[in-house]
């Protein structure tokens, strides 16, 4: 009976401890699961484009950047909910951003949707409310002529540099209805990230090909952030 006994008591703890352990994973996998958290963005058009400092270039205006990390974190099961409104992919920085990668989404279809990825052992997840691309700009001047309409349906328009190259324009700006501008700079070339802030009704110099005019504006009744960019190519 002691044999029995101490057998069946073996048995019973063996049980105890597969069950606590089985406890144990699970609430470690939930601790280690993020919230969602909401992330209202633009769906441009095809031919959209935006400045990627983290890229150092020009690329894809539906690129977001998610996270940021060295290249040594492990950025693990990249997922999308939908991979028609969504897909995630790893890009590795340039310039001041060389060493680090990033988690980078690109949208294509308004809606929500849901991503996620796993980075040193936590599973993230953000919830993008992809929206229309509305132009948020009423007036843009250089040099008098006004070119706002020119962002009806795209975020860039492209100005030939032979014609500005060295000189001074003048440029005048103001925001469409329900938008107010955050910041329009002067972006002297791409990767270097070097940038002066114009001034409504002031002046700046085309020093480089394929420098930009950056407008960003915010409209807090769709919560959207618009950019806009004149390239001088």
Known sequence: MKKISRKLS?????????????LSTAAETQ??????QKRVVTLYSSKSKNYNSFLGNYVSANMYNIDV???NSKFQSLKSADRKKATLALKNGAGVSAGMQAVVATVKKTGNVTVSYKKQGTVNK???????YTNPLKSLKIDGTNIASK???????????AKYAGKKIKVSYSAAS???????????????M??????????????????ALLISAYNAKTQQNETCMVIFQ
């Open 69 to 71: 990390a060295p290249k």
């Open 151 to 161: 962002f009806k349906t795209d975020n860039v328009y492209v100005l030939p540099y």
């Open 178 to 192: 329900n938008f107010e501008l955050s910041y329009v700079d002067y972006l002297l070339q791409p990767g270097n």
């Open 31 to 36: 601790a280690a699961t993020t919230t969602p």
């Open 126 to 132: 953000q919830t993008f409310v992809v929206k229309k």
């Open 10 to 22: 073996v048995i019973f703890m063996t049980v105890m401890l597969a069950v606590m352990m089985v």
């Open 194 to 211: 070097k940038s002066d802030m114009v001034k409504n009704k002031g002046t700046i110099k085309i020093q480089k090909k394929n420098s």
